[in-house]
């Protein structure tokens, strides 16, 4: 085990897998000279060369297209997408070809990139540059998508993502990169599809994404001195999603909270409150409660942000209700 | 002035959650005497007269005529003394002083619907241990039952002797695992006739003997199952034996009457369910005939008066019906909407006037104590049919009783499904 920073360990995940695979190469704004700007892929232009490590124009919707053509062809591709928030301008690539291509040409075509990307609010960065649009690509059939949130589980999944054969879209949160946590050392993945148990609870179950995970943990704390037990469910592979861990926590609870930074309406906490009912109707002695984001864009403000942002004390809030 | 509560709980039926007030038979300030009747509900399908426990004047009207009440709420106030002309209070206004009133007021709010408000948990649970949703208070928000209100429920009832239910309630705590309750106590299942609900047991079940747990339940097309009408006998009994089986329910003392007579047949010839013993009253599935008006008309009447025609045809002797009972009936038929399901369901099941199934061999096949129950005035399935008993089956035949000796005769009934099922120890 070593101590490492979120950032680190993604760094550490793309060397290793550069180190064993020559197919894997990375691409996207600003990643090579200036590594990153969260520094996720610093040093390895200078360790693997401007072949593999490629700084590109801000081009969001060719640089996903061009990421589907380099798959097909035998390699491995790894984008960046700087922001989560211009996501929206790769998904005719991720929609019309990422996601079909192996259904349409009967499974001649293997589709093993992985798209990194970034999004969530809290560092004051306005409305263009703050959303969680997990919803947006978990909505898509054939794409995968994961959203660790610890270090450990940040390079063992970002090992599994280039890996596999599949598109895999792997959400970061800007807030996520400076923290820190024991990280497996040596060849150590963690499978896509598996939810984690960051915390054991016998009264209600907290199902979060990301971010959210942090929250969640820290509501459990404050819940703890209100006598409730939470028990924290990293939904850390957003799609496949771990089914039967959430009804094996629900039949232990009976009570569910789902967090997710997205919006409200349509989201992915709608799509998880929706999941338990259909899996676990009969377990649930309360109906699911859902602590997401409003539906408005996110403000500049600092105050406002913090306001509308889900947070510990709401996670907390909407356990207690639940409990009622 | 002291007042004394007057309330409905011990006269409302074993399903009821709601009454609905017919008809009072005193103005607030006159006087009342014990014995008198004082106020008119309908439960279920039932009228119920609540008569004045004590002497004195009537104080209050919390829930005036046309009102749902939920069961145990009060009703009204006897007082001690004659009130002060204008002391009443007034008619209506549930937010009286009486802060016994205002207690109910809010559980008026959370229970005058249809339908206990329950989590599914507690639903399940609920289930599994053979409790009636009705007779919980619900701890939750909004008055929801919730795990703990049932956990409590169960507690209480193990606390309770000669509750029909004490053989189940040891363990209240195990209830995860439900079907360890149903194994303890081998419960006796109670099947409507067509055109019924399980409402239809309301008057039985109080009068069986402590010791015999009973489940009742609605037929498809029928009551609660309204929306999920079945085409054939099979499926009725599919049906209910996998309901039987989603509630952990592995053997089952079996008691029908007529269609549900016929379903129990059914069901015992199906095989899933281990039966012990099988009460059947004028019971279908025993030869063709049937009063293929009734059925249809029964199917059919949208009118009180029409269903009162149709009711008395039924019975024996027309008094045996509760008055309200056609109103009562029809506005149970109007809120489950099953009016179509009937009518669906009378096509299928007795095509050209004549029973489309024939469970005589099912009946002789049977290998467990049997009775036979009919009412020598039955015009709806003739006794006749009795005489298709097999030999170890005892068969009944009652003087001046139709067709709902449930109805008709609730203790006799009730006797004989408790000799049913103590017969096989």
Known sequence: MAMMRYAEALNAALREEMQADPSVFLFGEDIGRYGGVFKATKGLMEEFGEKRVRDTPISEQALTAMAVTAAMTGTRPVLEIMYADFMPLTLDALVNQASIYNYVWNGQVKMPFVLRTQGGGGAGAGAQHSKALDSMVAHIPGIKVVAPSTPADAKGMLKAAIRDSQPVVFLEHKLLYNTRGEVPEGDVTVPLGKAGILREGSDISIFATSKMVVEASKAADLLAMDGVSAEIVDLRSLRPLDIDAIVASIAKTHHAVVVNEGWRFCGYAAELSATIMDHAFDELDAPVARVTLPDMPIPYSEPLETAMLPSAEKIRAAALKTLK | ?425
């Open chain 2, 1 to 425: 002035m002291a007042t004394h509560p007057i309330s409905i709980d011990s006269a409302g039926g074993e399903y009821m959650e709601a009454v609905l007030v017919v008809a009072w038979a005193a103005k607030p300030g006159d006087p009342v005497k014990a014995g008198d009747l004082i106020v008119t509900v309908e439960t279920a399908k039932a009228a119920t007269e609540i008569e004045a426990d004590r002497d004195g004047w009537l104080a209050d009207i919390f829930f005036t005529e046309g009102q749902e009440a939920p069961v145990g709420a009060v009703l009204g106030t006897i007082a001690d003394e004659k009130p002060a002309v204008g002391q009443a209070a007034p008619v209506a206004t549930i937010a009286a002083a009486d802060p016994l009133a205002a207690a109910n007021a809010s559980s008026f709010v959370r229970q005058s619907g249809a339908r206990a408000i329950a989590s599914p948990l507690a639903r399940r649970l609920a289930a599994a241990a053979g409790l009636d949703l009705s007779t919980v208070a619900g701890s939750g928000p909004r008055g929801r039952i919730k795990k703990r209100d049932i956990d409590a429920a169960l507690a209480a009832r193990s606390d309770a002797p000669g509750g029909i239910l004490t053989a189940q309630a040891a363990c209240p705590a195990s209830l995860a695992a439900a079907p360890a309750t149903a194994r303890q106590t081998v419960p006796t299942l109670l099947i409507h006739g067509f055109g019924a609900d399980r409402s239809v047991w309301r008057q039985v079940v109080p009068l069986l003997e402590p010791g015999i747990a009973t489940i009742s339940l609605d037929l498809p097309g029928h009551g609660a199952e309204a929306a999920r009408p079945a085409k054939d006998i099979e499926e009725i009994a599919f049906t209910l034996s996998d309901r039987l089986e989603a509630m952990g329910v592995q053997d089952a003392h079996l008691v029908g009457h007529s269609l549900g007579g016929a379903a129990a047949l059914a069901l015992a010839r199906f095989g899933r369910l281990t039966v012990r013993s099988v009460t059947l009253f004028a019971p279908g599935g025993l030869g063709p005939e049937i009063n293929a008006g009734f059925i249809g008309g029964l199917a059919r009447a949208t009118s009180v008066q029409a269903l009162e025609r149709w009711l008395a045809v039924m019975v024996g002797d027309p008094a045996a019906l509760p008055a309200g009972y056609a109103q009562a009936a029809l506005r149970q038929i109007d809120r489950t909407g099953n009016r179509g399901a009937l009518a669906a369901m009378a096509e299928t099941l007795f095509p050209d006037g004549t029973q489309g199934f024939d469970l005589t061999t099912a009946l002789a096949e049977l290998g467990v104590p049997t009775r036979l129950v009919w009412g020598k005035l039955d015009r709806v399935i003739p006794a006749a049919h009795a005489a298709r008993a097999p030999a170890f089956a005892a068969v009944h035949l009652l003087d001046g009783i139709g067709h709902v000796p449930q109805i008709e005769a609730p203790a006799l009934t009730a006797r004989l499904i408790a000799e049913t099922v103590r017969s096989c120890g």
